[in-house]
Each structure stands twice: as structure tokens, then as C-alpha cells.
């Protein structure tokens, strides 16, 4: 996307831990650097997951399925154990490819929220990755092997406004950039325009729960 709204429908069913979640894409206006225009609705995701609590520590596993437009369908899990306890909630997730983009993708986060007025909070949170691809085909470095390298880090700011007992508004500020060389030249290599390695983007969640 650029310069452009998107719109990200989701939905979660959720019972005693397990829960069934469905997301969706929709660019008002795809960007593509040959200007040949892609569907609107983009992505559609499907996520399985089960998630408890041993001590301290949540723990979940799942299942992804990403129905994609411009790229290959591929297939997911993932296992991740959050600290919700300490102070800045450390949150380590893995993410294992299998189908059409095979390697591992891990997440390193830490996030804190700060009262504002009533309800109202001020939520802060940073995240690092590694990415570890398993062919060159995947993703490679630029000495055409396959890519192992930190990948990105996001910064993000936000606020959370509970509106009643069901809607919450959610505003939120994101950075993301390249956390290494082979990381930059990645990212470039992968965007539209070729010479992008950061992003910031934001937008607006609003979301109801019963």
C-alpha cells in the first residue's frame, strides 16, 4: 500500500482457549511500481490457535493459513510465551513457514500501557525479528544465499479508549526499519519503488467483544 486507506476486517470466535480468527485485506487504492493494479481485497487469513496459562507465563500455539493475490498461498504455526506479569510484558513468538515461503520468523516484543484519564491508556511497545529462510529461493542474501539475518524492528504508540463496555477505539503509530544490512538490502529489494527500508503507517482499530 500507498497513499492509500485499507481497510482490515477480523473476526475471533473464541471458547475456553481455543479460539478461530478471520482477517481480511482491502486497499482502497493497490500501488504497484508498474502501475498494473492488483484486486482490492488482497489477503485473506486464517488463524487456529489455543492459548493458556502455566504460572506466569501464557503460552498459545496455532495455525495460519494466508490466502494471498499477488503471491503463492502459504501455511503457518507458530508457538509464543508472554511474561504478562513483569513489567514490560516480554513477549517471544516463532513462526515456522511450511509451504510456500519454508524458514522461521521470530519475534522478540516488549510493551507497557500508562494511565491517562479514567480508562484511557497510552500504550507503548518495540519488537525485534530474526528471519532465518531456508532456500536462496525464499528469500536470499545479496551473495545469493538464503537470507539468516535480524530483520526488522518496530517501534509503536497508541492509545486505548474503551468507549462502553463493548466498543473500544484503538489509534495507533507505527515505525518499522531495517535491523541490519542484509535486512536494508532486503526490504529494498522487496518493495515496490526499490529503495524503501522503513516505514512508518497508522490508523485506527475499532473493535467490539461480548
Same mark, same amino acid.
Given at each position: ?55 506466569? !507465563?501464557? +503460552?498459545? =500455539?496455532?495455525?495460519?493459513? $494466508?490466502?494471498?493475490?499477488?503471491? @503463492?498461498?502459504?501455511?503457518? /504455526?507458530?508457538? #509464543? ?75 509503536? !504508540?497508541? +492509545?486505548? =479508549?474503551?468507549?462502553?463496555? $463493548?466498543?473500544?477505539?484503538?489509534? @495507533?503509530?507505527?515505525?518499522? /526499519?531495517?535491523? #541490519? ?30
Amino acid at each position: 500500500s500507498k497513499d492509500s486507506i485499507v481497510v482490515q476486517p477480523s473476526m475471533t470466535v473464541a471458547y475456553k482457549g481455543f479460539s478461530a480468527n478471520l482477517w481480511g485485506n482491502l486497499d482502497t487504492d493497490p500501488y504497484s511500481a508498474t502501475m498494473n493494479q492488483t484486486n482490492n481485497w488482497n489477503e485473506t487469513d486464517l488463524t487456529l490457535a489455543y492459548g493458556w496459562e502455566m504460572g506466569p !507465563v501464557a +503460552l498459545s =500455539v496455532g495455525y495460519i493459513y $494466508y490466502a494471498l493475490d499477488a503471491a @503463492k498461498d502459504s501455511q503457518e /504455526f507458530f508457538a #509464543s510465551a508472554a511474561l504478562s506479569s513483569l513489567l514490560l510484558k516480554p513477549t517471544l513468538a516463532v513462526y515456522r513457514d511450511t509451504d510456500a515461503f519454508p524458514g522461521w520468523y521470530t519475534t522478540l516484543g516488549i510493551s507497557h500501557s500508562f494511565p491517562v484519564q479514567g480508562d484511557i491508556t497510552l500504550d507503548l511497545g518495540a519488537q525485534v525479528s530474526y528471519l532465518k529462510a531456508d532456500e536462496a529461493s525464499t528469500f536470499a542474501d545479496t551473495d545469493g544465499s538464503a537470507y539468516s539475518n535480524f530483520h526488522d524492528g518496530v517501534l509503536s !504508540v497508541g +492509545l486505548t =479508549v474503551p468507549v462502553n463496555k $463493548y466498543f473500544t477505539v484503538i489509534p @495507533k503509530l507505527n515505525y518499522t /526499519f531495517a535491523l #541490519s544490512g542484509d535486512a536494508r538490502d532486503l526490504m529494498r529489494r522487496s518493495s515496490k519503488d526499490g529503495n524503501d527500508d522503513d516505514f512508518i503507517y497508522g490508523g485506527v482499530s475499532v473493535s467490539m467483544a461480548f
